[in-house]
């Protein structure tokens, strides 16, 4: 629904007479009517216009300059009139508006003046590049934009879960309510879908992707099958050449194709759907068959058949696609890691309120499998603190966090176990041993003292221990490897770390009233702190940045420790020089301890 009334009126007015004298004047400006902004502009929200006549690059021009109701805390447009036809320049967009600044951009809303005589520059250089050419590589750079303007209406998005790489290739394609969606292979697409959770049988298609050297020119951009067939040769492969060939010869009445190319910015798809030449349905037809004239039904030669649909005037329909590959979630084709880590398996040992919160950030990150491990079933005490919550009341955690994750994440592989670990280490070792990366936040020592000795006494995984002190007021991530220092090496003979960061005068574990439960009071936003912490070290031993025995610890800030009555420990004003603020991360390495009979039964078995 259009604007009518603009926040700041006062400050929009005082613009405004800025811009009279002189800019306005100068160009001889005359100003719109409401009706002809309407007009030119129906999806625009403009409040007030003026048109002026120039010579740019040696051709007459005619320029709108257009004020949102927010100016000047929201910048002015410029309008080419009359709007040239779409995509005959690159950023003017179907009402001849130009696209001189990126979205969100912030302007000088004290200098008016300032900012429309710098946009009304920008303007000119812009339209001096698109009369000469100069400017019409950016079709290729922001190809996703003008392939959007030239989807065929109403065409439905294609969603693609392909890798964004060559080379081209036939890959799987299953027609839902949505549009198609593509993948790898039939059992890559089934699996995804089924994830989603719909438990129904998919029926999948052949289709195709064909890769492209760069990205399409708009004149490039097909509009019958013949089209495709020519830009896959201009600009593609005898490979794209045989995926197109096959798939034609083996259509019953269109097939759907992903277009991929690699511009400046980043890898893009186009979407296309290739219908068989009309008339060659019937066999009773009178006109004959554009596919088999000349030959008996069912013996065309396939070569004369994929000739004929690929070189048909048939329209093609161009569907706009979007990605939920991981490469795009995760990392928006930047792999700062997130491709080595959708290749990594991830064991969360203990999904209590830690573990669950840890859970969440790494399949946020795009660890590609990860198994929950944890006897126990989520209680209504356990929300306040839980990843999960009420839903989840009454059922097991471990299978509860596969539940609400993996719908969100369908192309990650969610896993549990509703055990002990130390009976998954019995009956099922590989699922433990084969995995990348252990996660342990059991909160109980004597298990994580187990945990340290079954590590250590074969080749496994490395593993993360990470807990939090009293109150969520100091938490710890501990990265132990096969080698060097282990988990023991710096706890006492009762597994407890020998460093702790808070001191407090009494138990601080309450008791519930029952018998043998015991809990430790502490809030969701200080927990958050140690979760992060945890995760952030297995995401670093995942990614091989820390790769020796390491210690990373969280104190909250001093009135955390102090309003609940304790007192920074001796061990960590030492460590800190004396530093009481806390508030921060410290990492340090986990020494090794010769006194260590973990360490010394290792050795003695070698
Ligand atoms: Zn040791």
């Known amino acids: 629904m259009p604007r009518s009334k603009s926040i700041d009126g006062e400050q929009f007015d005082r613009a405004v007479s800025e811009l009279e004298y002189p800019i306005l004047k100068e160009l001889a400006a005359r100003p719109l009517s409401p009706v002809e902004l309407a007009a030119q502009y129906p999806k625009k929200s403009f409040r007030i216009g003026w048109q002026f006549e120039g010579e740019i690059g040696g051709r007459p021009t005619i320029l709108n300059l257009l004020l949102p109701f927010d100016f000047p805390y929201a910048p002015p447009s410029f309008g080419l009139v009359p709007a040239p036809k779409i995509l005959t320049y690159p950023h003017v967009e179907e009402d001849g508006t130009l696209c001189l600044l990126s979205a969100g951009a912030s302007v000088d809303s004290a200098q008016p003046a300032e900012v429309v005589r710098e946009l009304l520059s920008d303007a000119v250089e812009l339209l001096e590049k698109s009369y000469t050419g100069e400017n019409r590589g950016d079709f290729r750079d922001e190809f996703l934009s003008y392939w959007s303007r030239a989807s065929t209406q109403p065409a439905n998005h294609f969603l693609s879960l392909l890798r964004p790489s060559p080379p081209s290739r036939i890959v799987r394609a ?7 969606t593509f993948a790898e292979n039939e059992e890559s697409l089934k699996g995804w879908l089924a994830n989603l959770g719909d438990k129904k049988e998919f029926q999948t298609f052949p289709a195709g992707l064909i890769w492209l050297t760069k990205p399409m020119l708009p004149e490039q951009y097909p509009n019958s099958n013949a089209d495709v067939l020519s830009v896959a040769t201009e ?18 009445d269109k097939f759907v194709l992903l277009i ?26 009178k006109q004959g068959s554009l596919l088999t004239k000349g030959f008996r039904p ?31 979630i995760h990392g928006r084709d930047i792999d700062n890691g ?52 009420a839903e989840f009341v009454g059922g097991s955690k471990a299978k509860g966090l596969a539940k609400e994750l993996q719908p969100n994440y369908p192309h990650i592989e969610f896993d549990h176990r509703s055990a002990k670990w130390e009976m998954i280490a ?4 590989g699922v433990l041993s084969d ?23 074969a080749v496994h995984p490395p593993v993360v221990y990470g807990w939090t002190e009293a109150f969520a007021s100091a938490g710890h991530a501990v990265a132990i490897f096969n080698v060097g220092a282990c988990f023991r090496c710096q706890t ?62 969280w104190a909250s800030r001093e009135s955390v420790v102090t309003s609940n009555g304790g007192a920074w420990s001796r061990g960590w004003l030492e460590l800190t020089a004396g530093d009481t603020r806390g508030g921060f991360c410290v990492e340090r390495a986990w020494g090794e301890n010769s006194e260590c009979t973990v360490c010394r039964m290792a050795i003695g078995k070698c």
Not at 174 to 180: A, E, L, S, T, V
Not at 268 to 278: D, E, I, S, V, Y
Not at 426 to 429: A, H, I, K, R, V
Request: glycine share 10%.
């Open 435 to 457: 995995a990348d990366l252990i996660v342990s936040s059991i909160g109980n020592f004597s298990s994580e003292g187990l945990l340290n000795r079954w590590q250590r006494l």
């Open 174 to 180: 299953w027609p839902g309510i949505k549009g198609y």
């Open 235 to 252: 600009l593609g492969d005898d490979v794209a050449l045989k995926v197109l060939r096959s798939l034609a010869a083996a259509a019953e």
């Open 298 to 328: 069912g013996s065309v030669p396939r070569e004369i058949l994929a000739s004929r649909f690929l070189n048909a005037t048939e329209p093609v329909t161009r569907h706009e696609v979007d990605r939920a590959d991981p490469a795009w």
């Open 492 to 553: 006492t003979e009762h597994g407890e770390p020998t460093l702790k960061v808070t001191e407090w005068p009494g138990p601080t574990l309450k008791q519930e009233p029952a018998c043998g439960i015991m809990f430790q009071p502490y809030g969701p936003i200080e927990l958050n702190n140690s979760a992060n912490l945890i995760a952030e070290l297995s995401v670093d031993v995942l990614l091989g940045a820390v790769n020796s025995p390491t210690e990373r610890i």
């Open 338 to 389: 997130q491709i080595q880590l959708s290749a990594k398996r991830v064991v969360v040992l203990g999904c209590g309120s830690i573990g669950s919160l840890v859970a969440k950030t790494l399949a946020t990150v795009g660890v590609g499998q990860i198994t929950f491990v944890d006897p126990e079933n989520l209680v209504w005490a356990n929300i306040g603190r839980h990843f999960l919550g």
């Open 260 to 285: 991929g190319s690699r511009a400046v910015t980043g890898a893009c798809f186009a979407g296309a759907t290739l219908n068989k030449p009309r008339g060659s349905s019937s066999p009773f037809s």
């Open 426 to 429: 019995d009956t099922e070792p």
